[in-house]
């Protein structure tokens, strides 16, 4: 569990995506005969062969900036399963803190140094914020307010939280676990023969 997020901070709520088998439908997928799609233009290094290739030139393992497998199975059950305050308290529990002196243990020793090292992660386009104003028109259900420019009373400003839809699709495209399992060409599809 995270600590609550502050009023900057993008927040994912959990979401059941699976659907009820009764509400699946089939779908017939017929490959796109009507000529090419598209012209490979050249091959390029994605962020991914980048960091490979820093972390090469750095001597680093492939666990960087995490020191083996074991830090770094120990920092991803700690991201998954802790809040920060409690990463804090278990990093400096006198059991944790002896077995790391006798055996060269995890490379931080608080939840700061802890959040030091995963900032070092690559991390993915960046999110940014924009403020969006909406507009009501609360004339027709009896709200006597001012009116503002765009001819409509009432509205509020919101958080818009974005990424750059390029930035998002170069990531898609040159992550390694999607390779070959990313469809380029169009498809026809239909629910029904």
């Known amino acids: 569990m ?3 997020p502050g009023p900057q901070a993008a927040r994912v709520e959990d979401a059941n995506d699976e659907e009820d088998d009764e509400n699946k439908s089939t779908c017939y997928a017929y490959e796109y005969n009507e000529g090419p799609v598209a012209d490979i233009l050249g091959k390029g290094e994605t962020a991914f062969e ?7 030139s750095l ?3 492939a666990y960087s900036p ?4 074991e ?3 120990l920092a991803q059950w700690l ?3 802790v809040n920060q305050r409690a990463t804090d308290e278990f990093l400096k529990l006198p059991v944790v803190v002896s077995k790391t002196r006798t055996r060269m243990g995890p490379s931080y020793r608080s939840n700061h140094t802890f959040m030091k090292i995963i900032d070092k992660l690559p991390s993915g386009p960046e999110w940014r914020c924009e403020l969006v104003r909406t507009h009501g028109d609360l004339e027709e259900i009896g709200h006597d307010q001012e009116r503002d420019e765009d001819h409509g009373t009432g509205g509020e400003e919101m958080e818009l939280w974005v990424r750059d839809l390029v930035a998002c699709v170069k990531e898609l495209m040159g992550n390694p676990a999607f390779h070959g399992e990313i469809a380029y060409a169009p498809e026809k599809v239909y629910t029904d023969r």
Not at 50 to 56: A, I, L
Request: glycine share 8%.
């Open 66 to 69: 995490f020191e083996d497998r």
């Open 50 to 56: 980048k960091t490979k290739e820093v972390q090469d």
């Open 2 to 4: 995270w600590d609550a």
């Open 79 to 81: 991201i998954n399963n």
């Open 71 to 73: 830090e770094w199975e």
């Open 59 to 61: 001597g680093g393992s």
